[in-house]
């Protein structure tokens, strides 16, 4: 086993007492080791301290002022001594066998520079149920064009290179939220990324998560899209269409059941910034008119 490769897992958590405890142990029960676990604290006025400490090696516990997780993440990653870097969200949950799988494909091919997975969500209070995952799942390569126009990784379920990472730089702590999209172009302008076709993390479906303020969400994609254009100036009309008509897309997905006025806004402008098909169901021009039509 010391021959392997050490696995860094790096694990913001802010008031995360009643689900810090699952996450730690979905790692832990990892059919691959070794693994450090660097779980950074990000101001924490519950119990959450407690639930960490209490596990002892190889769990590291770290503790900061609160600045957001892109913050916690790069405290996490000033600690990390692993060759891979896996990120895991406190309320989030790993198969057993995903770090397994992950970095087998990653030996295999030198120039991937992280590898992403799919999700099955749960509910919060209620046991993730996995489904049956493939011995060999199939594995699409993402081009570096598609990270342009939508983030097509749950930091959750990443593990990446560390050398690509420190390469990448830090999160972008001016970014709340979504700074995992703008680390992974930055990975990908000069590594290949896959994907595993298999849900290898457990998404926590909860009130008050990050992923569920949808203004703060409009705003902080509209930061990387920034980021990402002003990085690219000469980025084809087509792939600025398509990113804002998916972020307008997602803003009106995720305002839908509480504010159904700018949800039909959102909508409209997303038809307006791309009337041509997006790819899904719900992103065709006349299901987002009809949406829209019936929120208005």
């Known amino acids: 086993?010391?021959?392997?490769?050490?696995?860094?897992?790096?694990?913001?958590?802010?008031?995360?007492?009643?689900?810090?405890?699952?996450?730690?142990?979905?790692?832990?029960?990892?059919?691959?080791?070794?693994?450090?676990?660097?779980?950074?604290?990000?101001?924490?006025?519950?119990?959450?301290?407690?639930?960490?400490?209490?596990?002892?090696?190889?769990v590291h516990y770290l503790w900061r002022e609160n600045g957001g997780p892109a913050a916690a993440r790069n405290t996490a990653l000033e600690h990390a001594s692993g060759d891979y870097i896996a990120f895991l969200d406190a309320d989030d949950l790993?198969?057993?066998?995903?770090?397994?799988?992950?970095?087998?494909?990653?030996?295999?091919?030198?120039?991937?520079?992280?590898?992403?997975?799919?999700?099955?969500?749960?509910?919060?209070?209620?046991?993730?149920?996995?489904?049956?995952?493939?011995?060999?799942?199939?594995?699409?390569?993402?081009?570096?064009?598609?990270i342009l126009?939508?983030?097509?990784?749950?930091t959750s379920t990443v593990m990446a290179r560390a050398e690509a990472i420190r390469e990448a730089g830090e999160f972008d702590e001016d970014i709340f939220g979504t700074a995992d999209w703008d680390m992974w172009r930055r990975v990908m302008e000069n590594w290949t990324a896959l994907s595993v076709d298999a849900p290898l993390c457990g998404y926590r479906k909860r009130r008050?998560?990050?992923?569920?303020?949808?203004?703060?969400?409009?705003?902080?994609?509209?930061?990387?899209?920034?980021?990402?254009?002003a990085d690219h100036p000469g980025a084809p009309w087509h792939v600025k269409g398509r990113a804002y008509g998916y972020l307008h897309l997602d803003a009106?997905?995720?305002?839908?059941?509480?504010?159904?006025?700018c949800a039909a806004r959102e909508l409209a402008l997303a038809v307006l910034r791309w009337p041509l098909p997006l790819?899904?169901?719900?992103?065709?021009?006349?299901?987002?008119?009809?949406?829209?039509a019936r929120l208005a």
């Open 279 to 292: 790819g899904k169901a719900v992103g065709r021009p006349l299901v987002r008119l009809k949406l829209a």
């Open 252 to 261: 009106a997905l995720e305002w839908m059941p509480a504010r159904p006025w």
């Open 208 to 229: 008050g998560s990050v992923s569920g303020n949808a203004a703060r969400m409009l705003e902080n994609n509209r930061k990387v899209l920034a980021k990402i254009f």
């Open 94 to 146: 790993w198969h057993p066998r995903k770090l397994e799988m992950q970095i087998g494909l990653m030996h295999k091919r030198p120039d991937v520079g992280m590898c992403g997975a799919g999700l099955v969500g749960f509910q919060d209070g209620r046991a993730v149920q996995w489904p049956e995952i493939p011995a060999e799942p199939d594995v699409r390569e993402v081009p570096a064009e598609a």
């Open 1 to 58: 086993m010391s021959d392997r490769p050490l696995v860094s897992v790096i694990m913001p958590a802010y008031n995360a007492e009643d689900y810090a405890g699952e996450a730690i142990d979905s790692v832990l029960e990892q059919t691959y080791r070794p693994v450090e676990v660097l779980v950074a604290d990000d101001g924490s006025t519950d119990g959450t301290g407690n639930v960490v400490k209490a596990y002892g090696e190889p």
């Open 149 to 154: 126009v939508r983030n097509h990784f749950s």
